[in-house]
């Protein structure tokens, strides 16, 4: 595998289209605000455990929500 693929998401624009701030998306998926900021900007990757339950959350696919750049 490539180790230069960078994992980005789309998790900003789900997280509006569902009209959530990131504090609510934190307290439903289980995590702080600052992670949900972190995953958004990239500095942080979620776990595989975190990302689906943020898919469950926010209704999408996993590859409608992540993807490789």
């Not at 702080?32 to 776990?47: K, V």
């Not at 999408?60 to 929500?65: G, Y």
């Amino acid at each position: 595998m490539d180790d230069k693929l960078i994992l980005k998401n789309h998790l900003k624009e789900a997280r509006a289209e569902k009209k959530l701030s990131q504090t609510q998306l934190a307290e439903m998926v289980g995590v702080s605000r600052n992670t949900i900021s972190s995953i958004e900007t990239g500095q942080f990757n979620p776990t595989a455990k975190l990302a689906l339950i943020l898919c469950i959350a926010l209704d999408k696919k996993f590859e409608d929500l992540f993807y490789f750049d």
